[in-house]
């Protein structure tokens, strides 16, 4: 079964720009999580969703958003883009809410 | 809020040699998971193990066990014969049964195996 993919693999944007990653789900699971890794911050919770619905977020500001497709798929937008967004941005998918994550190999978006 | 801990940034070993990483962590729930994470160069964050709070027994996956001790809140990681390719960052992680499904990470293990 194929793992989580993630598009792009890498991003380079300037600053006040937006820009939109992709995540596809291991095949079956239905819920989907976005991280933010930083080297000060660590690994970041940015949001959660299930059943097209976002059910969590973490403390990111609004230019932060995500959604989720019907068939499980989700995209997750930065607008407005700050030098601080560089970052690599991971997705993890699971079968059910509060299960087990699979991570896929990530974004790196860096901001000139 | 729950915290997790690392309290070792880097640790460096030989070839099939074992090692140990630590983890403690902060919560006032019942249930939920614990995990370690490992995340190699290529940077794909990889599971290594879970536990579910309300098991007693250890899991285990191959050279990989965890030493769970709920009421120390201690949470360490036992590689057993390690080689090459268990070089990697580590992270332990915790999540809540209920509620957020929100991964809580450590600041992570860097682990080198040396030949």
């Known amino acids: 079964k194929a793992g989580v993919t993630q598009t792009p693999r890498y991003l380079i944007k300037t600053r006040g720009q937006q820009v939109t990653l992709s995540c596809s789900p291991i095949s079956g699971h239905r819920s989907v999580s976005w991280y933010q890794q930083t080297p000060g911050q660590g690994l970041q919770f940015l949001f959660e969703?299930?059943?097209?619905?976002?059910?969590n977020k973490g403390n990111f500001p609004g230019r932060f958003s995500g959604r989720q497709f019907s068939n499980s798929r989700s995209e997750m937008n930065v607008s407005t883009l700050e030098l601080g967004d560089s970052a690599l941005y991971l997705c993890?998918?699971?079968?059910?809410?509060?299960?087990?994550?699979?991570f896929g190999p990530g974004t790196r978006l860096l901001v000139l | 809020a729950q915290t997790v801990t690392q309290s070792q940034p880097e640790m460096s070993v030989q070839e099939a040699e074992t090692v140990t990483l630590s983890c403690t962590y902060d919560?006032?729930?019942?249930?939920?998971?614990l995990f370690w994470y490992k995340q190699p160069p290529s940077r794909q964050m990889i599971l290594v193990i879970r536990q579910e709070a309300y098991k007693q027994q250890n899991a285990t996956e191959n050279r990989f066990s965890v030493n769970f001790q709920k009421a120390a809140k201690s949470f360490s990681l036992k590689i057993s014969d390690s080689q090459l390719g268990d070089t990697a960052m580590y992270f332990c992680?915790?999540?809540?049964?209920?509620?957020?499904?929100?991964?809580?990470f450590g600041q992570g293990t860097r682990l080198t195996i040396n030949p």
């Open positions: 992680a915790f999540m809540k049964q209920k509620g957020a499904q929100k991964l809580v």
């Open positions: 993890a998918s699971s079968l059910e809410r509060l299960e087990t994550q699979y």
């Open positions: 919560t006032s729930e019942s249930n939920y998971y």
């Open positions: 969703y299930f059943s097209e619905t976002q059910r």
